[in-house]
């Protein structure tokens, strides 16, 4: 998971290290030594793309980010090679590496993907789930719900995204984990523009509760429904708007 859910006030301290209050900017002075590097680096630039700073079309240049980044060329270089086969950057040959529009093909494949696992995924965890996993999805929720009705953008997508990973290893599947991790990254970014909305966040995470109390309770079939109904609202609420602005 993105972050710890130990306590709302200390996470919420705790992600927000080494993030400038300049949205254009991006910055790793308080990166985490016990992570390799290039991870970090990887991760600081999938952020930016992933929350708009680096926007569809904008060129991405190596010696740049590592000056913002305050790190050598070559975890930079590592980094943007990682995006590039994920789809994340593509290469305009002479004009050099550019952020990829968002794809609407990838999109809808992985909302068809994410119809058939997670209702499956929902479902097994109301019978697999632990007092403790029940109680780290109720730690969840509520902090979604803190941040996105104060409005934090960037706290509320790492928690959404938190939330269904959290439905996906309480599922006790791996492939299930496996299988949806691997797309996870690219829903950030039509997330993002979602929960930039106070109305539409409030929507996101009353749905969330509802699939937890449905696991909390046991009820199998209740989950897989409240997720359905989930993933069909998601799919509503990102699509039209989101491609109207990318692609504009």
């Known amino acids: ?42 991760e600081k630039i999938l952020d930016a793309i992933c929350e708009g700073v680096l926007a569809p079309g904008d ?11 305050q790190v050598s060329r070559q975890p930079v ?17 002479r004009r050099g590496l550019q952020v990829a529009p968002v794809d609407r093909a990838r999109f809808d494949a992985i909302f068809e993907l994410r119809s058939a ?15 403790g ?20 953008a960037h706290a509320a997508l790492l928690a959404d995204v938190d939330f ?5 290893q309480a599922s006790g599947n791996p492939l299930v984990v496996q299988s949806m991790q691997a ?3 690219h829903l950030r970014r039509s997330m993002g523009e979602v929960l930039q909305h106070r109305e539409l966040a409030r ?3 009353n749905e969330h509760a509802a699939v937890l109390e449905a696991i909390a309770r046991g009820d199998a079939a209740g989950a897989a429904r409240a997720i359905g109904a989930h993933i069909t609202a998601a799919h509503d609420r990102v699509g039209c708007k989101e491609w109207q602005v990318a692609h504009s």
């Open 164 to 168: 269904h990973e959290w439905i996906y």
């Open 77 to 93: 270089l590592t980094a943007l090679s990682q995006l590039k086969v994920q789809g994340f950057l593509v290469d305009r040959g």
């Open 59 to 69: 060129p991405v240049r190596q010696d740049e980010l590592a000056e913002k980044l």
């Open 1 to 42: 998971m993105h972050l710890s859910y130990a306590t709302c006030d200390m996470r919420h301290a705790v992600f927000t290290l080494g993030r400038s209050d300049n949205a254009d900017t991006m910055s790793i002075e308080s990166l985490q030594r016990t992570k390799p590097l290039v991870e970090q680096v990887y």
């Open 133 to 152: 996993q029940v109680t780290a999805g109720k730690a969840i929720v509520q902090f979604g719900r803190k941040v996105a009705a104060a409005g934090d």
């Open 203 to 205: 929507d996101v995470w």
């Open 183 to 185: 797309h996870w990254q």
């Open 117 to 131: 696992l997670e209702p499956l995924a929902a479902s097994l965890a109301a019978v697999r789930a632990t007092k």
